[in-house]
C-alpha cells in the first residue's frame, strides 16, 4: 500500500470551505482502492492565525512541512491583514522557499457553455500556462527611500538569473516537445530593456535544443488579445511571474471564471514538497456563505493525483469534472447552479464513484 502525507492549509474565506470538498475526493478515492492512502495534517496558518500570533506561520513552519509529500492549499489574504504581508509571508513564502519553480496553470474549456467567447468551443481553448514562480517581479527585492517625503522613489526590482529563466524556459521546451505541441513565449522586450531582452534571449537560446518544436513569441499587450480573440493560437505558454498571474486570470475568464482554475506549485526535482491550490483566492465578497465553487479545488486535487504517479485517478477526478458540468443543478451559483459548496462535493463523490470510463 502506497501511502501519500499531505499537509492541508486551508487558508482564509473560501479556503477551508473549498478545500473540505477536495479531502472528501481523496477519502473516497481510499475506499475504492486499497492500494494507496492518504494522511493529512491541518496547519491553522493564515489571517485569523497572524491576528493571534503576530505570523502568518509557526517559526520553524518550513521545517514542519518539509516532510510531507505535498501540500494542499486553499486560499491566502483576507481584510484586516495587509495583503503583502499574508501573502508574502505564506504563500510566496512556500513558492520559493521549497523552490517550487513551475507553476502549471491549465486554460482547459470543460465545456462550451462555460465561455463567454462567441463561437469558440473546447478545441480553441486548450493550452497549459507554465508560470515561472520563484523570481521574477516577485523577488521582493526593492527599496523605499524618503517615505513621506516629496523626494519619495520607490523601486520594485525584477530578479531574472540565467538558472531560473533557463530552468523555467527548458521545463516548457520539454513540456511542448512531449506532447507534440506549440511554444509560446509571452514576454515584453519593448519596454522592460533588461529582464525581458534577457528572457527572449534565452527562449531562442534554449530553443536551439529543441529544433523540433514551433515557437511563438508574443508582447504581453498581445498577448492578452488573443486570449480572448483568438485563444487558438496558445497550446503551450511559457512566461514570467508577474505576467503568468495575470493570464491566468484571463485564462479563468474564458474558461467559465475563478471557481474553475487551478495551479499546481512544482519542485520537479522533489526535493522539496509540491503545492497544489486553486487560482483564486479568499473571495471576501461570497467567503462564510457555502456558495464558493469548490472544482478548482478538486481540480487541484487531480493535479496532485497526477503528480504522485496516480494518474488513473487524477483523470478519472479531472473526467469527474467535466462531467458534473452536464449537471446543472448540481453546481454553484457561478455556473448557474443553486447548489452549496457541500453539495457540490458530495454530489461530486456520487459521480466519481460511478464514472470509471468516460470520454475525456
Ligand atoms: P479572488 O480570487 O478571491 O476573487 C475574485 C472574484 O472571483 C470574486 O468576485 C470572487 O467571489 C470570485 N471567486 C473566486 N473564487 C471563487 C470560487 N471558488 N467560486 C465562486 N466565485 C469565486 O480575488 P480577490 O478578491 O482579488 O482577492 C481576495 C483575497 O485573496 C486577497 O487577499 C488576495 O490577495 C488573495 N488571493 C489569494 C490567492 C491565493 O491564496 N492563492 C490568490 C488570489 C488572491
Ligand atoms: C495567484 C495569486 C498570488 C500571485 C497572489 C495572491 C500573491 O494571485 O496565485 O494567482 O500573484 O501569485
Ligand atoms: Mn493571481
Known amino acids: ?6 499537509a492541508l492549509i486551508p487558508g482564509d474565506g473560501i479556503g477551508p470551505e473549498v478545500v473540505a470538498q477536495g479531502v472528501k475526493v481523496f477519502k473516497a478515492i481510499e475506499k475504492m482502492d486499497d492500494s494507496v492512502s492518504f494522511t493529512f495534517e491541518e496547519f491553522p496558518w493564515g489571517c485569523e492565525y497572524y491576528l493571534q500570533h503576530g505570523k502568518m506561520m509557526d517559526e520553524d513552519g518550513m521545517e514542519q512541512l518539509k516532510q510531507f509529500d505535498a501540500i494542499y492549499l ?3 489574504g483576507y481584510p484586516g491583514v ?3 504581508i499574508s501573502l508574502r509571508e505564506l504563500l510566496i513564502k512556500i513558492r520559493r522557499g521549497f523552490d517550487q519553480y513551475v507553476n502549471l496553470r491549465p486554460v482547459t474549456l470543460l465545456h462550451r457553455k462555460l465561455t463567454p467567447l462567441k463561437n469558440k468551443t473546447e478545441k480553441d481553448i486548450d493550452m497549459l500556462v507554465i508560470r515561472e514562480n520563484s523570481e521574477g517581479e516577485y523577488a521582493g527585492a526593492g527599496e523605499w527611500l524618503f517615505k513621506g517625503k516629496p523626494e519619495e522613489v520607490v523601486l520594485q526590482t525584477g530578479v531574472f538569473s540565467r538558472k531560473g529563466t533557463e530552468r523555467i524556459i527548458r521545463y516548457a521546451y520539454e513540456e511542448a516537445r512531449r506532447t507534440n505541441r506549440t511554444l509560446t513565449s509571452i514576454s515584453k522586450g519593448n519596454a522592460l530593456n533588461y529582464s525581458m531582452v534577457f528572457w527572449d534571449q534565452v527562449f531562442e537560446e ?12 508574443y508582447l504581453v499587450d498581445a498577448a492578452s488579445l488573443y486570449f480572448v480573440e483568438q485563444p487558438e493560437r496558445f497550446e ?3 512566461t514570467s511571474n508577474l505576467f503568468g498571474d495575470i493570464v491566468t486570470d484571463i485564462g479563468a475568464a474564458i474558461t467559465g471564471g475563478m471557481g474553475l482554475a487551478t495551479g499546481a506549485n512544482i519542485n520537479p526535482e522533489k526535493t ?3 503545492m497544489f491550490e486553486p487560482v483564486h483566492g479568499s473571495a471576501p465578497d461570497i467567503a462564510g456563505k457555502g456558495i464558493a465553487n469548490p472544482l478548482a479545488a478538486i481540480w487541484s486535487v487531480s493535479q496532485m493525483l497526477d503528480f504522485f504517479g496516480l494518474e488513473e485517478w487524477g483523470k478519472r477526478v479531472f473526467c469527474t469534472i467535466k462531467e458534473i458540468i452536464n449537471h446543472e443543478e448540481h453546481l454553484t451559483p457561478d455556473l448557474g447552479g443553486k447548489a452549496s459548496t457541500e453539495e457540490v462535493g458530495d454530489y461530486f463523490v456520487n459521480l466519481l464513484m460511478q464514472t470509471k470510463e468516460l470520454d475525456v
Open 1 to 6: 500500500m502506497k501511502t501519500f502525507h499531505i
Open 74 to 76: 486553499g486560499a491566502v
Open 82 to 84: 495587509p495583503d503583502h
Open 206 to 217: 534554449v530553443g536551439r535544443e529543441f529544433p523540433d518544436v514551433n515557437t511563438y513569441s
Open 236 to 238: 503551450v505558454v511559457v
Open 272 to 274: 522539496y514538497p509540491s
